[in-house]
């Protein structure tokens, strides 16, 4: 009998989640259905019961329910404790068990397949909410010096204090810092300046020979990584990061690790 997944999301018609596990399910022999399901805005309690009464085994959750996914759950990986959110939700019995995938994924597009190892980098993270948060912790467990900017200080202050219980140290970087003018061996972007198409306030100079440049974002090339490839940096764009953050949503529930490579190229060729 097919196993049966899902992800929610308003809005989700765009999401390429179905297509990728769609992939997945084929290349591993897996069983599995999965499809993409529009929750209203006040619905993702009930929609998330429903799909647990009708014998569906997980699900993905993305924008706006991460946050009410991280409540629901019953028990919590310590990634979801660190990102304070649940971007996947499996489900055993009366059991909900909530985790977020998002910065293993991070973390393994750019070691495994853009062999950028974190371990000593200068890593600055732009951004400090919810997509922030979900990365900052596997960021340092791979060895990065982890610095935050944000264009609301306290928000970095209130995440790295976040960090803090946790056990780990990171430092507050003000943009532009005319007396300071550090650089960078990375540079992510986890706000959302690119679908307004503007420019988080970095400047000249703030990348390391060699650099890279990483956009969560993902479908074009954003100013943020036009600024970076103007200032010689390699950039990259976020689908890497879409995939394996899936793969490892699909390793949580069927215990199998796809290719990952395999449904990038195709991606990319689309």
């Not at 259905?33 to 959750?61: H, M, W």
């Not at 970087?173 to 198409?197: H, M, V, W």
Request: with cysteine; aromatic share 8%; glycine share 10%.
């Amino acid at each position: 009998m097919t196993d049966r997944y899902a992800v929610i999301g308003n809005p989700i018609a765009h999401s390429k989640s179905p297509l990728i596990h769609r992939m997945f399910a084929e290349q591993t022999g897996q069983d599995v259905s999965y499809e993409a399901i529009l929750a209203p805005l006040d619905g993702f309690a009930a929609t998330v019961e429903r799909l647990r009464q009708e014998g569906y085994k997980g699900c993905n959750v993305t924008v706006p329910f991460k946050f009410e996914a991280f409540k629901l759950a019953t028990e919590l990986g310590e990634r979801a404790q660190s990102a304070q959110a649940v971007n996947t939700l499996k489900f055993d019995g009366d059991t909900i068990l909530g985790d977020n995938t998002d910065g293993a994924g991070l973390v393994r597009d750019l070691e495994h397949n853009l062999k950028f190892h974190l371990q000593g980098k200068c890593v600055l993270l732009v951004g400090a909410g919810g997509a922030a948060y979900g990365v900052a912790l596997p960021l340092l467990q791979a060895g990065a010096h982890l610095f935050i900017a944000n264009r609301t200080p306290e928000k970095a202050d209130q995440l790295a204090i976040h960090l803090g219980r946790l056990g780990r140290t990171v430092e507050i970087y003000s943009i532009p810092n005319e007396e300071n003018r550090k650089q960078f061996d990375l540079i992510i972007d986890a706000t959302s300046s690119g679908l307004a198409n503007d420019l988080p306030a970095l400047h000249r100079g703030i990348f390391a020979s060699g650099a890279r440049a990483y956009d969560m974002m993902y479908g074009k090339e954003t100013r943020f990584l036009s600024f970076a490839r103007l200032e010689g940096a390699k950039i990259t764009d976020g689908l890497g990061m879409l995939v394996e953050q899936a793969a490892e949503s699909f390793h949580i529930w069927r215990g199998i690790r796809p290719d990952t490579a395999l449904v990038i190229a195709a991606l990319r060729k689309q």
